[in-house]
């Protein structure tokens, strides 16, 4: 919950923050869950007995991301900018690069499942990440709405509500 003391446009500049880094989270996530895929289909190709793909992976990219995997998310998409240097994109090249993604047709079944496994876990972080940051802007939502409401409406289209305490 935002602090007592936190002026009206604090807080909203505090959500727009966040709402920022969760777009990040969220995109890196979607990096993972496509690497994840790819991964998946290698797996069920070796499982049926295919001989090895004679295209590269990138050229399988729009075949295995083609199919279909259910909603996504009902939330409209924003433009989302990531630094290539943000953490938890170097975190997932990092990832990626000690398990030999780019080669994983090359790979033992033993090593594939080794990346799966590092895949999943990476989203499910993501996955967690963003589930706590929800949480947050949610409660800062919250609070926006609360003083906006306190103050007869008066806070909602010029950031300080009457009364706001300043921080």
Same mark, same amino acid.
């Given at each position: 919950?935002?602090? =007592?003391?936190? *002026?009206?446009?604090? /807080?909203? $500049?505090?959500? *727009?923050?966040? @709402?920022?880094?969760?777009? /990040?989270? #969220?995109?890196? !996530?979607?990096?993972? @869950? %496509?690497?994840?895929?790819?991964? #998946? =289909?290698?797996?069920?190709? !070796? $499982?049926?007995?295919?001989?090895?793909?004679?295209?590269?992976?990138?050229?399988?990219? $729009?075949?295995?991301?083609? @199919?279909?995997?259910?909603? %996504? #998310?009902?939330?409209?998409?924003?433009?989302?900018?990531?630094?290539? +240097?943000?953490?938890?994109?170097? @975190?997932?090249?990092?990832?990626?690069?000690?398990?030999?993604?780019?080669?994983?047709? *090359?790979?033992?079944?033993?090593? /594939? #499942?080794?990346?799966?496994?590092?895949?999943?876990?990476?989203?499910?972080?993501?996955?967690?990440?963003?589930?706590?940051?929800?949480?947050? /802007?949610?409660?800062?939502?919250?609070?926006?709405?609360?003083?906006?409401?306190?103050?007869?409406?008066?806070?909602?289209?010029?950031? +300080?509500?009457?009364?706001?305490?300043?921080?």
């Amino acid at each position: 919950m935002a602090e =007592d003391n936190q *002026t009206l446009a604090g /807080i909203r $500049a505090e959500r *727009t923050a966040l @709402q920022r880094e969760e777009d /990040i989270v #969220s995109f890196v !996530r979607r990096l993972a @869950q %496509g690497r994840l895929d790819l991964v #998946s =289909d290698e797996e069920r190709r !070796r $499982a049926s007995g295919a001989d090895a793909p004679v295209v590269p992976l990138a050229d399988r990219l $729009a075949e295995v991301f083609g @199919q279909q995997h259910g909603g %996504g #998310s009902a939330r409209p998409p924003r433009e989302t900018e990531v630094p290539t +240097d943000h953490p938890l994109l170097q @975190q997932l090249d990092e990832l990626c690069d000690s398990h030999g993604f780019e080669n994983m047709d *090359t790979l033992d079944d033993r090593s /594939i #499942s080794a990346l799966s496994d590092a895949l999943g876990m990476f989203e499910r972080e993501c996955s967690r990440q963003r589930h706590e940051m929800f949480e947050r /802007i949610d409660a800062l939502t919250a609070e926006v709405v609360r003083r906006v409401r306190e103050a007869g409406g008066a806070g909602a289209v010029v950031g +300080d509500a009457p009364g706001d305490k300043k921080s």
